[in-house]
């Protein structure tokens, strides 16, 4: 089966600096890996996610990137604020409504 | 869009009784849900698939007889902890899918004394 692994586990950063969260995932067949943030005691939001026939997507601070080839695949925060503090999760799923493999989690820690 | 609830929030629960948790997806219509189970500081673990008017899928590891699952209607999911004991003590969460994208509910804090 898939597997997902992320780093690092925890990552803090300066107000203001760039923050990047790593994944890597093992089946080929993936073709579908979004990105969730998940504060405290609440449920995960999805932020971005990006597809397989995509290499690169950006929604304002926020991108992703996708190397299909090495089977990884990276979220990029800049100007990071502190209410970007929480815990960021990535997933890997073959698209349609199969399941989502998730890695272990980010907490990002964004000082002020 | 793509709104999800659980019902409820908050669960205390005395050993040995059963425990239902719902999950509902307000705005579109849902054949498949998921369940996944939280602890303090770890990821999310997926328990069970849900699919409308058929049994669910579950992981390995997950009983399905502790872990009754129906899904009645094309917006409803339910989650019972059969004979509920303190090891099951968790932060439940429901994930439906409008499309390939799952979207989660706001999570069932479950403490069994």
């Known amino acids: 089966g898939e597997n997902v692994e992320q780093h690092p586990s925890t990552l803090s950063v300066q107000e203001g600096d760039s923050a990047v969260i790593k994944c890597t995932y093992s089946?080929?067949?993936?073709?579908?890996f979004p990105w969730y943030k998940q504060e405290l005691g609440k449920r995960p939001q999805l932020i971005i996610d990006i597809r397989s026939n995509v290499g690169e997507k950006k929604d304002q601070r926020i991108a992703v990137t996708l190397n299909k080839t090495a089977k990884h695949f990276s979220l990029h925060i800049t100007e990071t604020q502190p209410e970007d503090s929480a815990v960021y999760f990535c997933?890997?799923?073959?698209?349609?409504?199969?399941?989502?493999?998730f890695g272990s989690g980010t907490k990002l820690n964004v000082k002020p | 869009g793509a709104v999800v609830s659980q019902h409820p929030s908050r669960v205390i629960c005395k050993s040995g009784t059963s425990v239902k948790i719902e999950c509902r997806s307000l705005d579109f219509q849902a054949t498949t849900m998921f369940w996944y189970r939280q602890f303090p500081k770890q990821s999310l673990m997926l328990m069970a698939t849900?699919?409308?008017?058929?049994?669910?899928?579950?992981e390995q590891g997950v009983e399905k007889d502790k872990f009754l699952i129906n899904h009645a209607s094309l917006t409803l999911s339910t989650l019972t902890v059969t004979s509920a004991h303190p090891e099951d003590s968790s932060f439940y969460i429901c994930?439906?899918?409008?499309?390939?994208?799952?979207?989660f509910g706001p999570g069932t804090r479950l403490t069994v004394l």
């Open positions: 994930s439906a899918a409008p499309t390939d994208t799952q979207y």
């Open positions: 849900s699919n409308e008017g058929s049994k669910a899928t579950y």
């Open positions: 089946d080929s067949a993936s073709n579908y």
């Open positions: 997933a890997a799923s073959k698209g349609g409504f199969n399941k989502f493999y």
